[in-house]
């Protein structure tokens, strides 16, 4: 049996048995831990075909570590960490899992602005301390939410706001007008949305911060921020210090800057407790979104080992 390396953290663990289909196929699987760390992988990746990959990174140093890897299967549907000038001077095709966890992390989006906007989790805090004074709340139906990037999990929070009766509007510069209506919002630059909404939603791809301090000094006081995109979005000093002036009301998310290091984040600081919602990175984990990746993830290396065009290449810029 030729092996197959694994090394994100849910691989296998939802509800399709993943080993059993690659077993039929004549492959055998692995498990390598979801950090990547080189050393412990080396012996893995010596005789790895294929790689399922998690969040962690895939440099020129893995893949010169893996003589015979074919391809890359991303297990999600980001591809930053993955060094696709590397894998492509290598002949090693990347893929990725577009769309598998989309429903969920818009469902975990909108379940943030409802936590912070009812405070539900300082609520939890104070119950369980003897406290049991009320805490007022806003209305999502009567917010304008803003949502930055409008791809599928930005459409799909749209969606399901609509259903709460919010205004929604939306930015996207790789999206026109008519794309932007036609996903269910009304048009809105980002520098707009700091002033003009109450909530702003974050669905875009890393590499650029946009939550600066520049953007937060127009914000509006009432401003909640949620983030399940990239840490690198958003300025978490200049955060932690526009929340402890006042200048915005809260911040959820599901991603921070080192994510498992979190710690060191300046928005875990216990004075901010109340104003501060931080999940695990755990917006995608899902029943049904575990088995869509996976089963997306397989499909597309098998394409390749069988020698056919993967259904989700991801191709290197020009």
């Not at 294929?50 to 299967?73: E, F, I, K, S, Y």
């Not at 591809?79 to 894998?87: H, K, P, Q, R, S």
């Not at 000093?237 to 200048?247: I, K, P, S, T, V």
Request: glycine share 10%; charged share 15%.
């Amino acid at each position: 049996m030729s092996q197959i390396l694994a090394t994100s953290r849910s691989f296998g663990s939802g509800s399709v048995d993943l080993v059993a289909r690659l077993a039929e196929n004549g492959h055998s699987v692995s498990m390598g831990p979801s950090d990547h760390d080189l050393d412990t992988l080396r012996p893995l990746l010596a005789d790895a075909v294929a790689w399922v990959a998690g969040t962690g990174p895939v440099t020129a140093a893995h893949l010169d570590a893996a003589p015979n890897l074919r391809v890359v299967a991303r297990y999600g549907v980001g591809f930053e960490a993955v060094d696709l000038a590397a894998a492509e001077a290598r002949g090693i095709i990347v893929t990725n899992t577009p769309g598998a966890n989309s429903s969920a992390v818009a469902d975990h989006a909108v379940g943030l602005m409802l936590a912070a906007l009812r405070g539900i989790p300082e609520g939890d805090r104070r119950v369980r301390a003897g406290d049991w004074s009320v805490l007022r709340g806003r209305e999502l139906g009567s917010l304008t939410v803003g949502i930055v990037g409008f791809g599928r999990i930005g459409q799909g929070v749209a969606a399901r706001l609509t259903g709460f009766g919010s205004r929604v509007v939306a930015h996207d510069p790789w999206m026109t007008t008519e794309q932007i209506v036609a996903g269910g919002a009304e048009p809105l630059n980002f520098t707009q949305m700091a002033a003009e909404c109450d909530i702003v939603t974050l669905h875009a791809p890393g590499g650029t911060t946009l939550v600066t301090p520049d953007w937060l000094a127009s914000a509006t006081p009432s401003l909640v921020i949620i983030n399940t995109a990239r840490p690198d979005l958003v300025d978490e000093q200049a955060l932690a210090a526009a929340l402890r002036q006042g200048a915005i009301a809260g911040f959820a998310a599901d991603t921070l800057a080192g994510d498992t290091r979190g710690d060191a984040s300046p928005l875990l600081a216990e004075d901010l407790a109340a104003r501060v919602i931080v999940t695990p990175h755990f917006g995608a984990q899902t029943v049904e979104a575990v088995d869509n990746m996976g089963s997306i993830a397989v499909t597309n290396l098998l394409a390749v080992l069988n020698g056919d065009t993967p259904p989700h290449p991801v191709r290197t810029k020009a």
